[in-house]
């Protein structure tokens, strides 16, 4: 572990200044950045704590119906929020199949979004070919083990996964991420904030320097009666995705009038289903062959040596996720 500073912010403008240091890093809960350090992945130079910034913990209704989250609230908290429950059961929903209990006290919704690939070659500082943690060694997993890793969006420099559960029901929900900095305020869709790896593996989000996430907001919800999150995994809890799905439906009468679909543990950013979405609305569910339209999302699936049954496990999972919201399958 290296030696930094450590500073507390009272106020956001306070913290942006502090930021504006050589190698600041904000920190709240620490459960993933905490990690990072200890292991000599990130090393910033000075750590600014935030989470004495109140404004910055609360949840609140928001014109005209959506919810406005602060960058602060805990996952736990968050996750049982009346407003949350009753009009964002999706996103509760992921939220709980996230971690442990005493992870989601300490996370943040912030922090949350901007966790960092759990891929075994980033975390382990011994593998010298990763190009996300040093740009031009090479990708370990690409031919080594990677039954974790991406079959969508990743390119030859990286195929790690984004690791987070709220983050796809966040994309499936059309929420948008409000940073700030000393340049001022801006808003970024959930679809648009994670990278794709491309030939920046290093470069996670669009989020810049010195900007802090402050909120995310959710438009007013459409899916409170028709939505599930589903998570697949090696074990029933405390594991990451091996393939997840988030899915909202709205109807009018039987036909499907608005639908929100993205996977999770797939790709490098939450994956938003936009064609299928389309093929959904307007239709009525019975008419669809939804096995067919899950196969068709999994086209341009690219697969590796240890994870090639990823596909038809999201295919399969896509399918029953559809059917447990739609209310055509029991939970």
């Given amino acids: 572990m290296n030696d930094f500073s450590y500073v507390r912010a009272a106020d956001i403008d306070g913290a942006l200044r502090l930021a504006a240091q050589p190698g600041a890093a904000f920190i709240a809960g620490g459960t ?28 609140q209704e928001s014109a005209p119906g959506g919810v406005r989250i602060g960058a602060l609230a805990p996952n736990s908290d968050l996750a049982l929020h009346p407003l949350i429950v009753a ?10 199949s996230g971690a442990s209990a005493q992870l ?41 083990y990677n039954r974790m890793h991406a079959i969508l969006g990743g390119s030859e420099h990286c195929i790690a996964v984004n690791p987070s559960d709220m983050c796809v029901a ?15 305020i801006r808003r ?41 999150y589903l998570k697949l995994r090696d074990r029933a809890s405390y594991a990451f995705a091996l393939v997840s799905v988030a899915v909202g439906l709205a109807f ?27 093929e959904l609305r ?6 669809l062959d939804l096995g067919a339209l899950a196969a068709a999302a999994m086209t341009d699936a690219e697969t590796f040596a240890h994870n090639g049954f990823k596909p038809e496990l999201a295919r399969r999972a896509i399918v029953r996720a559809l059917g447990v919201a739609a209310g055509r399958e029991a939970a």
Avoid at 32 to 58: F, H, S, Y
Avoid at 208 to 223: C, D, K, M, N, Q
Avoid at 282 to 287: I, S
């Fill in 32 to 59: 993933n950045l905490v990690d990072l350090i200890k292991g000599g992945v990130a090393e910033p130079r000075v750590l600014v704590d935030i989470t004495r910034i109140t404004a910055l913990a609360t949840v």
């Fill in 252 to 278: 009018d009468g039987e036909h499907i009038a608005a639908a929100g679909v993205a996977l999770g543990g797939v790709a490098p950013k939450p994956w938003r289903l936009a064609a299928l979405e389309a």
């Fill in 87 to 96: 009009r964002y059961p999706l996103l509760s929903q992921a939220l709980l």
């Fill in 170 to 184: 966040l994309a499936a929900l059309d929420a948008v991420v409000e940073v700030r900095s000393l340049r001022g």
């Fill in 188 to 228: 970024i869709p959930m679809t648009e904030f994670h990278r794709l790896p491309g030939d920046t593996p290093q470069r996670d989000t669009n989020l810049g320097a010195g900007e802090l996430i402050t909120a995310v907001e959710l438009p007013p919800s459409r899916y409170a009666r028709h939505s599930h």
């Fill in 282 to 287: 307007g239709r009525r569910l019975a008419d």
């Fill in 104 to 144: 989601r006290n300490m996370a943040t919704v912030g922090g949350n979004v901007l966790q960092r690939t759990r891929c075994y070659y980033f975390y382990d500082t011994g593998f010298e070919r990763c190009n996300k943690r040093r740009p031009g060694s090479g990708c370990g997993a690409r031919e080594g």
